[in-house]
């Protein structure tokens, strides 16, 4: 059994940062990689940021240069840190991890960037 919970965002006015982490509990094995998607209604989840062995990173490219994703591994935990919001970043946030062939879901989080 693997659980992941979400914590941070909120609300902040455009310009403005947050951050969200998530924290991994269970049967993980590694290698593994932690990541951020997020999802608008009426919307497909989309990949935010992902971090991998060797703290190999990506981004997609409407976040790279204001998003940071980082990870503490002995912590099993994923931080993403947002800076220069825009509206467009309104989302509802979700961590996952994949483990081999097996993804894993946070519970979200809500990301809402005022105008």
């Known amino acids: 059994q693997v659980q992941l919970v979400a914590s941070g965002g909120g609300l902040v006015q455009a310009g403005g940062s947050l951050s969200v982490s998530c924290a991994a509990s269970g049967s993980i094995l590694r290698p593994y990689v932690m990541g951020w998607y997020r999802q608008v209604p009426g919307k497909q989840r989309e990949h935010v940021a992902r971090?991998?062995?060797?703290?190999?990173?990506n981004y997609a490219d409407s976040v790279r240069g204001r998003f940071t994703i980082s990870r503490a591994v002995g912590k099993n935990t994923v931080y993403l840190q947002m800076n220069n919001l825009k509206p467009e970043d309104t989302a509802v946030y979700y961590c996952?991890?994949?483990?081999?062939?097996?993804?894993?879901w946070g519970q979200g989080t809500q990301v809402t960037v005022s105008s």
């Open positions: 996952n991890l994949h483990i081999l062939t097996s993804d894993y």
């Open positions: 971090i991998g062995s060797g703290d190999i990173t």
